[in-house]
């Protein structure tokens, strides 16, 4: 086998593992392979393994890749949308993990009328308020909620967080565990268009932690492709 199947086999693994700690069923944890940087090769290669989730955090690469790669590939765009770029992915993406304001959240509701689609999103969270990473802070995302539910042509599935670098990942326990209650605050508002079913959080470093905490979604690139340059 070649390394990226190794790599593919041991985290499903560890996932299936760690969904047992925890008793949760695996089939609710799916991995996003996270393949910035990475050429369409690689890419193919994960793909024939069976594959299919990629997430990509720049726009213009992801641009690049999806017509030169097979057309089940459920794409995640995963870093900083800006809203001029929203035009070129609304009807090729699965999900666009990283809403981070009302303004972007219009724009995508608006690009998405004007195709005709029903784009998934999620909205990012900055559990940790660290300054130097997007997303809404909880208590600004609250009143800005009900207007976001009313957007057409969105559907809100859930939250997305990135924690900060850490040494221990149980240090950053707490940021899952608060997006985790903060997702539970939100489906009491019983919001139309706004479930709360996926929570897209952890990376190579942390994903177990965060599936303890209630992850959906693991984000993971180093992990399966190799250091990035
Ligand atoms: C790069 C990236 C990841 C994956 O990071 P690894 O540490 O390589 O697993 C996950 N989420 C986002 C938003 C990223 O930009």
């Known amino acids: 086998m070649n390394t990226i199947a190794l790599n593919l086999q041991d985290i499903n693994e560890e996932i299936k593992k760690c969904c047992d700690k925890v008793k949760r069923d695996p089939a609710e944890v799916k991995l996003i392979a996270v393949s910035k940087f990475k050429p369409v090769e690689v890419i193919e290669d994960a793909y024939k393994l069976g594959h299919r989730n990629f997430g990509e955090n720049r726009v213009q690469e992801l641009v690049d890749k999806v017509p030169a790669l097979p057309h089940d590939i459920k794409w995640h765009l995963i870093g900083t949308l800006q809203r001029n770029k929203v035009k070129y992915i609304v009807d090729s993406v699965e999900l666009i993990h990283s809403v981070h304001s009302l303004a972007l959240a219009r724009e995508i509701s608006k690009q998405a009328k004007k195709k005709n689609v029903d784009v998934n999103i999620l909205l990012q969270v900055n559990i940790a308020e660290e300054e130097s990473k997007h997303g809404f802070q909880e208590d600004q995302l609250l009143p800005e909620l009900k207007e976001i539910a ?45 479930d709360m079913k996926e929570l897209s959080m952890g990376m190579s470093d942390d994903f177990k932690v965060a599936i303890e905490e209630g992850a959906t979604y693991v984000r993971i690139g180093s992990r399966i492709f190799g250091p990035r340059n």
């Open 150 to 194: 009313s957007l057409e042509g969105i559907k809100v599935k859930g939250l997305m967080t990135m924690a900060p670098i850490a040494d221990d990942p149980e240090k950053v326990r707490p940021v899952f565990r608060g997006l985790r209650l903060l997702a539970e605050k939100i489906k009491e508002f019983n919001y139309p268009n706004v």
